[in-house]
């Protein structure tokens, strides 16, 4: 099973600053596969990102994924406060299919 | 695209529970679907994916057995058939679409299975 794992655990920046999360798996993956996920409380998780950087349909430019091999970054640039989420990862290419545990971000 | 799920609710370990996701606003007969659950300790946890046929069935290692995937392309419909629940089974099990390198772009709200006794 590929586990991901994301840092930090929680990120608290303020309305402007950009945001940078990391996700690591325990094994390469093809970029093909790795997406990015955005929840807030009461809602199902929102597709951000497919394919490490193809941001999905309706997404803004100020979210953007990069990375390949193990090493995974989700970057939001201009922190806005509707950001305020929690962010999953997920390979979705090898079954067991997996996702992070997430990170919480927060505004100051 | 609408995925609405139904079936959640509340039940006591050893029992039986049934899902089902109602799919509306594509051609739900040509798009592999996939279960998710979430739990407050685990997190997001993939459960099960069944092809568009239905053809083929894939679940996570520690369900097999317990839980089954099914789906009617007539009445466009996915099904998660689940028996021997524990209280570890409680979480919020969401329906999802597959879009292959496009990614899992729409998923359900969600309905909330609680084991108790």
């Known amino acids: 099973e590929i586990v991901l794992t994301q840092s930090p655990g929680t990120l608290s920046l303020s309305a402007g600053e950009r945001a940078t999360l990391s996700c690591r798996a325990t094994?390469?993956?093809?970029?093909?596969?790795l997406a990015w996920f955005q929840q807030k409380p009461g809602q199902a998780p929102r597709l951000l990102i497919s394919a490490t950087s193809r941001r999905a349909t309706g997404i803004p430019d100020r979210f953007s994924g990069s990375g390949s091999g193990t090493d995974f970054t989700l970057t939001i640039g201009r922190l806005e406060p509707e950001d305020i989420a929690v962010y999953y990862c997920q390979q979705y290419g090898r079954k067991p299919y997996t996702f992070g545990q997430g990170t919480k971000l927060e505004i100051k | 695209v609408q995925l609405v799920e139904s079936g959640g609710g509340v039940v006591q370990p050893g029992k039986s529970l049934r899902l089902s996701c109602a799919a509306s606003?594509?051609?739900?007969?040509?798009?592999?679907m996939h279960w998710i659950r979430q739990t407050p300790g685990k997190g997001l946890e993939w459960v099960a994916t069944i092809l568009y046929d239905g053809s083929e069935k894939y679940y996570a290692e520690s369900l097999k057995g317990r839980f089954t995937v099914s789906r009617d392309n007539v009445n466009n419909t996915l099904s998660l058939q689940m028996d021997s629940l524990t209280v570890g089974d409680t979480a919020i099990f969401y329906c999802?679409?597959?879009?292959?390198?496009?990614?899992?772009?729409?998923w359900g709200r969600g309905t909330l299975v609680s084991v108790s006794s």
């Open positions: 999802a679409r597959d879009l292959s390198t496009w990614g899992w772009a729409y």
């Open positions: 606003g594509f051609t739900f007969s040509t798009y592999t």
């Open positions: 094994e390469n993956l093809s970029t093909s596969y």
